[in-house]
């Protein structure tokens, strides 16, 4: 298998433009997260998903988020208008949660960057 | 929530040294993982470990969940071995959610 599958790998934009974030996650997997890397705050959850609905998006950060889940084989994060605070790295994660296991496997993540 | 702790935040060891990582947790849990953040970005999974101990390679990982800590062991340490390792846990039932530790930045120097 490929792994998750994250694009962009970079994104530069300017504040105010929309942008989103795509995620393929391994083939199987009924789990799909969400995560954000910064200094700050280091890594933390923003939504995720259980077989394409979301089951907890109280890490989203404001209105300006949202994802999307419309298959099991692809989920966007979009954020509009952008900001300079979103800058950070996105991962996507998933996991086959069965008895006895819940490995969550992540992405490489894309790094945004918002001028 | 659950807090997750590591210690120590920074760790500068010479290629050979061994090396142990700590991760403690305040409450129970029914998930651990240990991951390595490389230099290049990527988090990379080591261990699936909410309790018992497994060894893989030069590493090994211990969970004493009735303690709330884990351990990661790393041996032989080599150039590679460099960047952050995190602990991240799954608080109880029906929580499907990894709390990430704030992770122990490791320099192996040649």
């Given at each position: 298998d490929a792994g998750v599958i994250q694009s962009p790998r970079h994104e530069v934009t300017e504040m105010g433009q929309e942008v989103t974030l795509r995620c393929k996650p391994i083939s199987g997997h009924d789990y799909l997260f969400w995560y954000r890397q910064t200094m700050m705050r280091g890594l933390e959850l923003l939504i995720y998903f259980n077989n394409n609905v979301?089951?907890?998006?109280?890490?989203?950060?404001?209105?300006r988020f949202s994802a999307k889940m419309p298959n099991a084989s692809f989920s966007t994060l979009k954020i509009q208008p952008s900001e300079p605070r979103d800058s950070a790295v996105y991962f996507c994660a998933s996991s086959l949660r069965r008895q006895g296991a819940a490995e969550q496997y992540f992405g490489p993540g894309t790094r945004l960057t918002v001028t | 929530g659950i807090q997750v702790e590591q210690s120590p935040p920074d760790l500068i060891l010479q290629e050979g040294a061994n090396s142990t990582l700590r991760c403690n947790f305040s409450d129970s849990v029914n998930n651990l993982q240990w991951f390595h953040q490389n230099p290049w970005g990527q988090l990379i999974n080591l261990f699936y470990i909410p309790s018992g101990t497994k060894q893989n390679g030069r590493l090994s990982a211990t969970t004493v969940a009735t303690e709330r800590y884990s351990l990661l062991y790393i041996s032989s340490s080599q150039t590679t071995d460099s960047g952050v390792y995190f602990c991240a846990v799954e608080a109880g039932f029906g929580n499907e959610k990894l709390t990430f530790g704030t992770g122990t930045r490791l320099t192996i120097i040649p």
């Open positions: 979301p089951i907890d998006d109280s890490g989203m950060p404001e209105d | -």
